[in-house]
């Protein structure tokens, strides 16, 4: 059976809903509240392979660190990014699914329904 891991966090509404779909569709889902337990660079490199995305597109730049750590600076490096994200770990889109060797963000949550078809 594929590993299915939910990063969560629970104040946020798309998260719950991601949580709740699972829950409707009987779906065991291993979840991290990532907040509580932060993800390493290796962690996050990995999420953004299986996202096919960089680190800017995982980054929320709606979140105060981002402007406390100047992340909209377009000549930090990939690694830079992440360590940021290791640092301050509310700067991740969330919720996120990973299911196996494929990921998404549940923003919006047919993302998460896509995957999981």
């Known amino acids: 059976m594929t590993d299915i891991t939910l990063y969560h966090y629970s104040r946020c509404s798309k998260s719950r809903a991601a949580l709740a779909l699972l829950e409707e569709r009987g779906i065991k889902a291993t979840v ?18 299986k996202l096919g995305i960089n680190a800017r597109a995982l980054i929320r730049t709606g ?20 360590d940021a994200m ?11 699914l990973e299911v196996g060797e494929r990921a998404a963000i549940g923003r919006p949550i047919d993302n998460i329904i896509e995957l999981l078809a």
């Not at 991290?32 to 392979?49: E, F, G």
């Not at 992340?71 to 990014?81: C, F, V």
């Open 32 to 49: 991290v509240h990532y907040l509580d337990t932060p993800l390493n660079a290796k962690q996050i490199s990995q999420l953004l392979s």
């Open 86 to 96: 290791v640092k301050a770990p509310i700067l991740i889109q969330r919720p996120i």
């Open 63 to 82: 979140e105060t660190a981002y402007s406390e750590m100047a992340l909209d600076n377009p000549e930090l490096s990939e690694s830079e990014l992440i």
